[in-house]
């Protein structure tokens, strides 16, 4: 039976401060994780939203690259298509353009899925990249400090996609997905795996997001229609960074742009 979520959402007017916005979480987060533990294992999404923060971290101009604890920080990926590490539509990618070439990072912090290897065995390689640096014992679960996660206006989260296998999936750290939708098959952090970090949250903009964003929330359970569902963090609390257009459909927010939701079931 799930248990109650309290989901704290902040608002901001439009793409260019929610980018802002999330270069300060995850620095805060990151800081928050190496004041604590000594270093901030963090696992990041792909998108065009994310690009934006990923952008204004890398830069030495803006503030939040003199903050950011690089030299603590372990980077991780939620999910990635199975396609090779320069592929236009990899994640990896995707994060190497906007920030690894620009921030000092070593190899040894960055844990990129192996998205050229066959489904199965990429999935199986992060899974024992886990294992290996997390410590992980028999059935242990890895505790990330920070997952960041979109949603597609399907209601698909990392790639669990509606009526797929990742959603049924409690047994693994890493799965391979296919998605029928995508013709294709896609490695992604099961959502077990997900709910066990100690901070997760939505980086969602656009109104494109609006309606599914309010029926994940708002609207009955039904994961395998919503997959974001699935994502109840066990620490009781789900933080939203949106913009207006995603938060549209959402209660109103405080004077700061801020709301909550407490959901029972």
Same mark, same amino acid.
């Given at each position: 039976m799930?248990f109650?979520?309290t989901?704290?959402?902040?608002?901001?007017d439009?793409? +260019?401060?929610?980018? /802002? =916005?999330?270069a300060?979480?995850?620095? &805060?987060q %990151? $800081?928050?994780? *190496?004041?604590?533990?000594?270093m901030?294992?963090?696992?990041?999404?792909g998108?065009?939203?994310?690009?934006?923060?990923f952008?204004?971290l890398?830069?030495?101009?803006?503030?939040?690259?003199?903050r950011?604890?690089?030299?603590?920080i372990?980077l991780?990926w939620?999910d990635?298509?199975?396609?090779?590490?320069?592929?236009?539509?990899?994640?990896?990618?995707?994060?190497?353009?906007?920030l690894?070439?620009h921030?000092?990072?070593?190899?040894?912090?960055i844990?990129?899925m192996?998205?050229e290897?066959?489904?199965?065995?990429a999935?199986? +390689?992060?899974?024992? /990249? =886990?294992?290996?640096?997390?410590?992980? &014992?028999? %059935? $242990?679960?890895? *505790?990330?400090?920070?997952i960041?996660?979109?949603?597609g206006?399907?209601?698909h989260?990392?790639?669990?996609?509606?009526?797929t296998?990742a959603?049924?999936?409690?047994?693994?750290?890493?799965?391979?997905?296919?998605?029928p939708q995508?013709?294709s098959?896609?490695?992604?952090?099961?959502w077990?795996?997900i709910n066990?970090a100690r901070s997760v949250?939505?980086?969602?903009?656009?109104?494109?997001k609006?309606?599914?964003?309010?029926e994940?929330?708002?609207?009955?359970?039904?994961p395998?229609?919503?997959p974001?569902?699935?994502?109840?963090?066990?620490?009781g609390?789900l933080?939203?960074?949106?913009d207006?257009?995603?938060a %549209? $459909?959402?209660?109103?927010t405080?004077r700061?742009?801020r709301?909550?939701?407490?959901?029972?079931?």
């Amino acid at each position: 039976m799930p248990f109650p979520l309290t989901i704290d959402y902040t608002v901001v007017d439009d793409s +260019r401060a929610l980018a /802002e =916005l999330a270069a300060s979480y995850f620095v &805060e987060q %990151a $800081e928050k994780a *190496v004041a604590a533990r000594g270093m901030a294992r963090i696992a990041i999404s792909g998108g065009s939203t994310p690009k934006a923060a990923f952008e204004l971290l890398a830069d030495p101009l803006r503030p939040w690259f003199a903050r950011m604890p690089w030299s603590r920080i372990h980077l991780f990926w939620v999910d990635d298509r199975c396609v090779p590490p320069t592929h236009p539509d990899s994640n990896y990618r995707m994060t190497s353009e906007a920030l690894l070439r620009h921030v000092p990072l070593a190899d040894a912090q960055i844990h990129r899925m192996e998205g050229e290897l066959e489904p199965e065995a990429a999935a199986a +390689r992060y899974e024992s /990249e =886990l294992r290996n640096e997390f410590r992980l &014992e028999g %059935a $242990e679960t890895p *505790v990330f400090d920070l997952i960041a996660l979109g949603m597609g206006p399907d209601g698909h989260t990392a790639s669990i996609f509606p009526s797929t296998e990742a959603i049924y999936d409690l047994t693994h750290l890493v799965t391979a997905n296919h998605v029928p939708q995508k013709d294709s098959y896609r490695i992604t952090l099961t959502w077990p795996v997900i709910n066990q970090a100690r901070s997760v949250f939505f980086l969602l903009g656009g109104a494109d997001k609006a309606s599914v964003l309010k029926e994940v929330l708002l609207g009955p359970r039904d994961p395998d229609r919503l997959p974001s569902q699935l994502i109840r963090p066990a620490g009781g609390i789900l933080t939203l960074l949106l913009d207006r257009g995603a938060a %549209a $459909e959402l209660p109103t927010t405080d004077r700061d742009g801020r709301g909550r939701i407490e959901r029972e079931q």
